[in-house]
């Protein structure tokens, strides 16, 4: 069994888009406040106005009203038809309409996948699911919601924004919480061809890699496959970054190539796994057209820089310096804290140095609860002139 103390040696795969989006700004010489719920402002160091803003890496160039139809599967993959694009073949259920669900499932024919129809990228998901039995047990797993009582609420890893319909829920017998009747699945078609995860910025394609379970690599994808790539964000209003996945349905003929999935959160997780220096590059141009976007200059990229740290909201400040440095230094980091502030207001400042990514690891690792009696509720890295490194 994983230990809190494990945790603290890894950053999920949920705050791995922020963690990596921070990392580029200190990269970058900008001065970066972290606050809860991976929401990051970023600018010119000693800047009154932090211009930059991101949450769980997704930059502001991308409005709400693009994050909100990018959760809604019934809305994009409407959008992208009404476009000439072509998607998975699908449908969405209530639980109410779950025998009308297992009808379809069978029509489309096995295997199938099923996943929420409204909710956060990444989220949950079923696949090869090859029967109705099957197909029902991962409805009553997916419609689980949480066996605490603080519901969604207490998950630091979801953005304000990322809880779409997730806070309906009720209380069954069983003392666990379940999504209401009314929420609504998607039943897929699970294709059996090649498929790829794109990433695109604006009308650029950042990142490409070749999904096959345990055998994805990162492999340039075929000039048609991206152009679609790049034409389902053009597609979807208000979106300006995505990640797009698309596979060939070969139970078609010829193979017809379709959008799987949408997701406004650019998944480097998935493309860091095999190349961490591509995640971060990524991270990197993501930033930039932000940056560009709000006017900022960005200084010379420096993969190691030295940072003048502020941190509120501690708590218990002795030992949260004392757990901030043990991290810090599993980590390779050099730190250096003092407790400061009036004592209603306890504060922590002073001095962290070392590869940029890994600062921004120890940051979200603190902001998200990852390290034990050092939660923080804001952090400020301001960069120091490159020679005090």
Not at 75 to 99: C, E, Y
């Amino acid at each position: 069994m994983m230990t809190k103390g494990d945790l603290t040696r890894q950053v999920t795969t949920a705050i791995e888009d922020g963690r990596l989006v921070m990392g580029a700004a200190l990269i970058c010489g900008l001065e970066v406040q972290s606050l809860p719920r991976q929401v990051v402002f970023a600018g010119p160091p000693g800047a009154v106005v932090r211009p930059i803003s991101a949450v769980q890496g997704v930059v502001a160039l991308s409005s709400l009203v693009g994050l909100n139809i990018a959760q809604d599967r019934r809305l994009w993959r409407a959008i992208l038809q009404r476009s000439g694009i072509k998607v998975s073949r699908g449908a969405t259920f209530s639980i109410q309409g779950r025998k009308a669900m297992r009808r379809f499932a069978r029509q489309l024919g096995y295997p199938v996948l099923l996943r929420p129809a409204i909710g956060p990228n990444p989220g949950a998901l079923v696949h090869t699911i090859m029967d109705d039995e099957e197909l029902d047990k991962a409805l009553e797993a997916l419609r689980r919601r949480r066996a605490d009582k603080d519901g969604i609420a207490s998950d630091p890893t979801l953005s304000a924004y990322a809880q779409t319909e997730l806070s309906a829920e009720r209380e069954s017998a069983d003392g666990l919480l379940y999504a209401p009747d009314f929420v609504r699945f998607m039943v897929e078609h699970q294709i059996s061809g090649p498929r790829w995860r794109i990433l695109v910025c604006g009308d650029q394609v950042v990142a490409e890699m070749q999904m096959g379970g345990g055998d994805s690599e990162i492999e340039a994808a075929p000039s048609k496959i991206r152009a679609m790539a790049v034409a389902a964000l053009a597609a979807v209003p208000g979106l300006n970054v995505a990640t797009i996945d698309v596979g060939i349905d070969t139970d078609t003929v010829p193979g017809t190539p379709r959008i799987l999935n949408l997701s406004e959160r650019p998944r480097l997780e998935s493309f860091g796994k095999f190349d961490p220096q591509l995640a971060m590059k990524s991270a990197l141009t993501i930033l930039g057209v932000e940056a560009l976007a709000r006017r900022v200059e960005v200084q010379t990229q420096e993969l190691e820089r030295g940072f003048r740290l502020r941190a509120i909201g501690l708590g218990n400040v002795d030992a949260a310096i004392s757990a901030l440095g043990k991290q810090a230094r599993a980590l390779d980091l050099s730190l250096e804290l003092f407790a400061s502030g009036d004592i209603g207001k306890p504060e922590i400042i002073g001095r962290i140095s070392g590869p940029c990514a890994s600062v921004a690891t120890l940051v979200e690792q603190s902001m998200n609860g990852l390290i034990p009696q050092a939660r923080a509720m804001s952090m400020v890295l301001s960069p120091e002139p490159s020679h005090q490194l």
